[in-house]
């Protein structure tokens, strides 16, 4: 019986999702209509259908109808849209038909590249060219404000683009469904004045730079992480290219990536809205871009600082006396260089013999029989509250050294309590350590060996792999 209601409800949820996407399409297929409506006539939306209907029917000429030419190439319908804009002092229409004739690539469509793109299609940019392989998690929005829940599962670029076309049908929106690679990047970024690099990885940022280097075109660079934030535009007006101020990769253990540290939604949002201010500034020629100067933000304190930084560097290899040439481009491998993967993928260490690891599947199996045992669960602590497995204890990796009485103690509390029907008299409880993907157990287990405990072994794949081959509805995050 439970299994026929799970069965409908799932049903149910299909229907839902299905009617959720196809009321996306038709939301944005009504706005792009009304919007080319309103171009060919500013005042028809105040008539009714039928109303429109009978309108070929003859009628005295308008003063609608005169042809106006106001020297500046703005149609009634872009002086209203942009009209907030217009009327600024220092920005006026000079600023926005620059704008409209202008082009940017936003490289990545999540946390940074969702609010540039929205502002970026709002403002009036004429072309904008978006650049993703990933698709739509439910994960994601919480930071990546572009996308919506009927568009998970769905390619984020096109989730991207649909967005920005709904906001402004009149803004040419590319899509470029693919990875950022050197086989590819002149071709796509040679169609584009400016670029914004909104990714969040290592690889991609020399790459990308580089890629900007030989093209000459400049770079909004933005980054977020926790709760801090940088931005800054390279490559622009004689200032420093990104491979001036880093010329050598950071170690990998530096490299901290969202999926695991953490973000506040919001943070990448604020980076993100300024990339869209400085790709505004640079296309319009308005105010001073942040060339030779790095904002910092900090969410917690509210305050947002802007430092000197070094300027551009004749011994830089990307655009020093021996600038990198589109052939040394080409054949450069940036994982390499760094020593960091442009994928994404959550890292997978093999520290251990088969022997000191155990499956998921095998640890529940010896959960349910009750074998005796100890399970250290080697997370942070607020890890450790979000979710955990039953009976286990929380003994954080990086106070394990401190901690070892603790597991002692709790080994030697299992050995004194009765044994299970079947187990043999005197048989030492088994020791498991689990984390969250599978590394810092492993780290875990090693240390544990040295230090004695040499039965311990770690589950591999930690807790994901539990939601994945044990329990599906228990929680990942």
Known sequence: ?????????????????????????????????????????????????????????????L???????????????????????????????????????????????GGLGSPALLYLAACGIGRIGIVDHDVVELNNLHRQIIHAESYIGRSKVESAAA?????????????????????NALEIMKKYEIVIDATDNVPSRYLINDCCVVLGKPLISGAALGLEGQLTVYNYNGGPCYRCLFPTPPPTTACQRCADSGVL???????????ALEAIKVA???????????????????????????????????????????????????????????????????????????????YHEKFVKGEEHVLVDVRPAHHYKIVSLPKSINIPFSSLEARLPEISAALGKKSNEDKV????????????????????????????????????????GGIEAWTQDVDPKFPTY
């Not at 792009?32 to 009628?59: G, R, Y």
């Not at 005169?66 to 942009?82: A, K, Q």
């Not at 220092?90 to 936003?106: C, N, P």
């Not at 054949?331 to 994404?344: A, R, S």
Request: aromatic share 6%; proline share 5%.
């Open 163 to 183: 967005a920005c076309r709904a906001i402004n049908s009149t803004v040419e929106i590319v899509e470029h469904k693919e990875a950022f690679r050197t086989t």
């Open 421 to 460: 029907p079947g187990t043999t008299a005197g048989s030492s409880p088994s020791l498991y350590v689990v984390c969250r993907r599978g590394n810092d157990s492993q780290r875990a287990v090693q240390y544990l060996h040295k230090m004695g405990f040499t039965s311990a072994k770690d589950i591999v």
């Open 265 to 275: 939604g919001v943070v990448p949002g604020v980076i993100g809205c300024l990339q």
């Open 284 to 362: 319009s020629a308005i105010g001073d871009p942040l060339s030779g100067r790095m904002l910092l933000f900090d969410a917690l304190s509210g305050r947002i600082r802007v430092v000197k930084i070094r300027g551009s560097s004749l011994q830089c290899e990307a655009c020093g006396e021996n600038a990198i040439t589109p052939e040394q481009f080409r054949e450069m491998d940036y994982e390499i260089f760094t020593q960091t993967p442009l994928n994404t993928a959550p890292l997978k260490l093999k520290l251990l013999p088969a022997d000191a690891r155990i499956s998921s599947k095998e």
């Open 63 to 109: 003063v609608s109808d005169l042809d106006y030419d106001f020297g500046h190439g703005l149609s009634p319908d872009m002086i209203y849209r942009y009209s907030r804009q217009l009327i600024l002092p220092s920005f006026g229409v000079q600023a926005q038909s620059k704008l409209l004739k202008s082009s940017v690539l936003v490289i990545g469509a």
């Open 1 to 61: 019986m439970e299994s026929n209601g799970n069965m409908a409800a799932a049903e149910i949820l299909r229907q839902i999702e299905s009617l959720k996407a196809e009321k996306t399409k038709i939301e944005q297929q009504i706005s792009s209509l009304e919007s080319q409506l309103h171009q060919l006539n500013p005042h028809i939306n105040n008539l009714k259908p039928n109303e429109e209907a009978n309108s070929n029917s003859f009628h005295a000429p």
